[in-house]
Nanobody, 120 residues
Framework: QVQLVESGGGLAQPGGSLRLSCAASGSIATTNIMGWYRQAPGKLREQVAVITTGFSTNYADYADSVKGRFTISRDSAKSTVYLQMNSLKPEDTAVYYC???????????WGQGTQVTVSS
């Protein structure tokens, strides 16, 4: 069983920054993909950024809407992934969810979500 706990959400002004954290615990697959997703009211949940874990060469991918502004990173020692969000825009307002997918295990876990609000 895996548990994901997000933190770091809150209110930011346009152009501001926030740093989200997702701490994973439990029986985590050695190789996995962790990522951040977001869902705004009335919209479908979308992938923001993902990063691989447990490979010699890590891979990160970003949604076009956040490229150059957001950075996903991981701390294996802490079993934590981060999302550094800079140059925030009002359209970034959403509930952000952390997700863990274990490769070859069928694991698919979601955190409870953390609210990010960007407004003046």
């Amino acid at each position: 069983q895996v548990q994901l706990v997000e933190s770091g959400g809150g209110l930011a002004q346009p152009g501001g920054s926030l740093r989200l954290s997702c701490a994973a615990s439990g029986s985590i697959a050695t190789t996995n993909i962790m990522g951040w997703y977001r869902q705004a009211p009335g919209k479908l949940r979308e992938q923001v950024a993902v990063i691989t874990t447990g490979f010699s060469t890590n891979y990160a991918d970003y949604a076009d809407s956040v490229k150059g502004r957001f950075t996903i990173s991981r701390d294996s020692a802490k079993s934590t992934v981060y999302l550094q969000m800079n140059s925030l825009k009002p359209e970034d307002t959403a509930v952000y969810y952390c997700r863990l997918r274990g490769l070859s295990t069928g694991q698919d876990y979601w955190g409870q979500g953390t609210q990010v609000t960007v407004s003046s």
